[in-house]
């Protein structure tokens, strides 16, 4: 049977075990994943979970896959305590959240992994208002289940809706086809599948066609339903937690307007389709009609889709995972559509740097590159207390890569002129695009490819402010 999220008024209440995915306003939900005294409590362990109609056993967060939903209002304090029962070390990212370094969850960089048996406190002030997750920071345990949505509500929200859906999109191989170590090895020591191409990404779209894309937890062919009212104004909240995979997301027979994205808000545009790549999110905000809608995210290149249903009436046909959304192939959003508030404009930068994305292939495998350099020696921009600093992302290779910047949002240039504010950006096969950074939280941050097998290939590099730390001081790195 679906899970469902069932609407009542304008606030949402959680029914069906494992979901961890709150909807609608805060009231209505804070008691399931709001840090109150004492914090909330992360226990990470393997676990067995239903996908559809076949059980799998992986590693999650309390046994739910989503993790629960956190949610606190920008300005709180949240406390998270993570209860490492896995055979492995771990830590938790707080991917989007410009944090205090220490409580960053990147191992070598802001603290050392957690031994198995340990524990690790992390508390940290939410500066900004927005969607964003959290996942593991080591190895490919994110590929795993170890991820969950963290939802900061502004405390002055200027949009006016009636209910909010959350909405975490993944790509899934664990406990199915081996698990995601094996999936590394075999992306590493196994031809290219050439078919995985499209002419959205620019060629390339992956390096893995998984055996299932799911929302919330949920396989196509057991979809999540989320259940509302006709007319009702309804924000979505989009995470893409995959490793791998892009998604073309839509909703039939409605429009969207994109309100947000990576936590921060943009001048509205109405679209009927957007692209996400890993690690990004976006808000949209839709009116609904009545009767029952397919919410479809394809797996972009992969002839894969995640499905979920829009349910507005109880009578009406629910859509078939394999129905026809009109949507997906009309107006898509771009970058260049996007605008950052006034208020959230950075000023002109200081001095400009180019990164060149990468790749070697070699006998024991390949690499992916930053400036040339791997991971185990990376790549380290020095940054100033106070200057903004223009980076030129020139990709010098055959496949996108969505980049992401740990503690710090960048703004991105667009054709000449100040584009929206993120920390996760796409970009396309042998093109360049730059993004400007405001050098305001002193740490040494990662800066990667939030494609998992990049990343773990060697596409990691360091934003550090002033001199490097000496090697193997503090953190190990």
Known sequence: MSRRLFVTGMFSTLAGAGTGLGAGAAPAVAAAGRPERGGVVLRARPTTIRLGHRTVTTWAYDDAMPGRTIRATAGEVVRARLVNELPATTTVHWHGIRIAAAMDGAPGFSQRATPPGGTFDYVFTVPDPGTYFYH?????????GLYGPLIVADPHEPLSYDQEYTVVLDDWVDGVNGDADAALKRVNTTP????????????????????????????????????????????????NAAADTAFRVALGGHRMTVTHTDGFPCRPVTVDTFLIGMGERYDFLVTLDSGAFPLMALAEGK???????????????????????????????????????????????????????????????????????????????RVDRGETLRIVLHNDTHMWHPMHLHGHTFQVETTGRKGPRKDTVNVMPYKKLNIDVLADNPGEWMFHCHNLYHQELGMMGVLGYGKPPRRGHGMGH
């Open 192 to 239: 290219h599948d050439e078919s995985l191409t499209s002419h959205v990404l620019g060629g390339t779209s992956g390096h893995v066609r998984y055996p299932y894309y799911l929302v919330n937890g949920n396989t196509a062919d057991d979809p999540t339903t989320f259940v509302g009212r006709p007319g009702a104004r309804v924000r979505f909240r989009v995470i």
């Open 136 to 144: 593991s920071h080591v190895g490919m345990q994110s590929d795993r």
């Open 303 to 381: 002839r894969g889709r995640a499905f979920a249903v829009v349910r507005t009436s109880r009578r009406a046909v629910t859509p078939p995972p394999d129905v026809k959304v009109p949507e997906l192939h009309r107006r898509m959003l771009r970058y260049q559509d996007l605008q950052a508030r006034r208020a959230d404009r950075l000023d002109a930068p200081s001095r400009t740097v180019t990164v060149k994305l990468g790749f070697r292939e070699r006998p024991g495998g390949n690499q992916w590159t930053l400036n040339d350099r791997l991971a185990d020696d990376p790549l380290r921009l």
